[in-house]
């Protein structure tokens, strides 16, 4: 199907982008223009800022509680934006909506981000904060089932890589992996990827500002060539857990997200591989206002609830 009218509509009215290097602190702040007030979000029955103390320091994390109950399942949520961007508050609405639909617990994880924090600070802060959820279950309510990873873009990176860390550390409570249009290979070669030519240019994140917007993670010592990195370049996916990976029609990642899923399978790991139509990158945090898009909370609440 063609590009969503309403996508269509958004992305025909941005203005032109300015000139020049990109400047970190400029676009992290205009993100932050585009919160919602508290009056106007997604109510749920518990909302707490909290500092997690970790072996990574300490991190701030956002804990969503969808209802009152003696006990929940958890999904720890990592934010896209490329490393560089993003915050608790620009990803405020997914994760209200993940907790909502899926009715778990949701710990969003405030990680260090590039240029200011080198490789692999962003990592070890996600990875800290799943392992602090497990060595704090009771203190979070957690009923000692579901302990999820769910991440989009960037933050989907980090669902992988967190999954790997986690099965070589043998540390086995992760019991499922979200990954909303992944970016699983920080090596941009146009030639790669299908999709990196066929959905290049008029949808919105383009080929050509992939190395420029991945250029403070990998400015700061990330290896385009490092499993963690680049979570496709790991030679032995066996042992993970089960996958959900979401991914947009017209979105330049699209084929290396739906190439993991596929390399999951093979690998013997419970996998679904789901392709939005119509949809381009970014769709879950910008575009889950549309019903046919909205659907992925409810499809993320199914893949959960199969096991």
């Known amino acids: 199907m063609p590009l969503h009218p309403e996508i269509a509509k958004f992305l025909a009215g941005l203005p032109t982008p300015p000139e020049g290097p990109l400047d970190p602190v400029a676009l992290r702040a205009a993100d932050e223009t585009h919160v919602a007030p508290l009056e106007e979000r997604l109510p749920l029955h518990a909302v707490e800022d909290v500092t997690a103390r970790t072996a990574s320091g300490e991190v701030p994390v956002r804990i969503y509680t969808p209802v009152e109950a003696d006990s929940h399942g958890v999904l720890v949520y990592f934010h896209g934006g490329a490393f560089f961007l993003g915050s608790l508050n620009t990803h405020d609405h997914v994760a209200r909506s993940l907790a909502k ?38 203190n979070l309510a957690w009923d000692g089932t579901t302990l999820a990873l769910a991440g989009d873009s960037s933050g989907g990176t980090f669902v992988a890589a967190v999954a790997a860390k986690a099965h070589d550390d043998g540390f086995d409570r992760i019991t499922h992996q979200i990954l909303y249009y992944p970016s699983l290979d920080l090596d941009f070669d146009v030639d790669r990827y299908a999709s990196l030519r066929e959905n290049a240019v008029g949808y919105g994140l383009e080929t050509a500002g992939l190395k420029p917007f991945n250029a403070f993670y990998i400015d700061s010592g990330a290896d385009p060539a490092d499993p963690l990195v680049s979570p496709i370049k790991r030679a032995d996916l066996t042992g993970l857990p089960p996958a959900l990976v979401v991914t947009g029609e017209y979105d330049p990642m699209r084929d290396e997200g739906e190439l993991y899923g596929r390399r999951l399978r093979e690998a013997g790991v419970e996998a679904t591989v789901s392709r939005y139509e119509g949809a381009g990158h970014g769709f879950v945090q910008h575009f889950s206002w549309i019903p046919e898009y909205h659907r992925v909370f409810e499809e993320t609440r199914d893949f959960l609830g199969r096991r």
Do not use: I, M, N
């Open 101 to 138: 639909e899926t009715g778990l617990k949701v710990v969003s994880v405030g990680y260090r981000l590039a240029p200011e924090a080198a490789f692999p600070a962003g990592l070890d802060d996600c990875y800290a904060v799943v392992r602090w959820v497990a060595e704090q279950g009771e």
